[in-house]
């Protein structure tokens, strides 16, 4: 590829990824609402007949998203919840207590910005419907399965198999590999070109594999893991590029 067509790659790779992001933000926020046989939150309901317990939690284990939306702030998916089960969560992530619903046909983990607006929901909540805490009701049927664990894997096999691709393009280039498009490093610069394209394609693969632990460290860490490491591992990369091309350029 030319210069130009290394930069209209790059402005499509950057635009993909921008449109997939923006695309899966919600601006708005979440907010509980009772009306008089249901509850509601952002379009999602539950019957009130249907709830079987209802709990304020100081704690919750919130690990992968299986679907939807997580950002800083917010956490707005079906998620991996308490290890072993999942949950339709709604809840801001630097908010405590959370609100924990089960009914017939779902699992609930909500709450709101401020610490004492959740527990006013959670009174309304209960006194409104007259709803009891009950211990004993069986939360089995919300297992985190090996499907949605399947699910998490296939949303990161995209970025995956894009850098592990660029690793590959890179050692079986005759020219010096760029960082970026439309970046320039000519052969003159480059003290053994191949040896500096194979570290190059091994750091790419490297970076490719390592989205695959990602979905290891959400279940032990929490679901804010991705949010946090992807700035650390774009700095990562850099750097060792910039190893890569002062151990490799003409001194």
């Known amino acids: 590829m030319n210069k130009a067509e290394k930069i209209i790659v790059g402005i499509i790779i950057v635009m993909t990824v921008f449109l997939v992001v923006f695309l899966n933000i919600d601006t708005t926020g979440h907010k509980m609402k009772f009306k008089e046989d249901k509850i509601t939150i952002n379009g999602e309901s539950i019957k009130i007949e249907d709830i079987e317990s209802v709990k304020l939690l100081e704690d919750v284990h919130i690990g992968n998203k299986i679907n939807g939306t997580n950002t800083f702030t917010y956490t707005r998916a079906i998620c991996q919840v308490d290890t072993d089960k999942k949950a339709s969560v709604y809840v801001y992530n630097k908010s405590k207590p959370y609100i924990k619903i089960i009914s017939k046909g779902k699992m609930v983990i909500y709450n709101d910005k401020e610490s004492s607006e959740t527990v006013k929901t959670y009174n309304d909540l209960i006194n409104k419907y007259n709803i009891k805490e009950n211990s004993k009701v069986n939360e089995e049927k919300f297992l985190y399965e090996p499907k949605d664990k399947l699910i998490v894997y296939t949303s990161i096999m995209p970025a995956t198999f894009i850098f592990i691709c660029l690793g590959i393009y890179s050692l079986k280039r005759k020219t010096p ?75």
């Open 177 to 251: 590999m760029h960082f970026w498009a439309g970046s320039t490093v000519s052969s003159e610069e480059i003290s053994d070109v191949k040896a500096y394209n194979k570290a190059n394609g091994i750091m790419w693969i490297c970076y490719g594999l390592s989205f695959l632990l990602i979905p290891i460290l959400e279940e032990h860490f929490g679901s804010l893991t991705l949010a946090i490491l992807v700035p650390f591992m774009i700095v990562a990369l850099i750097l060792n590029y910039k190893i890569i091309y002062n151990k490799y350029k003409v001194k």
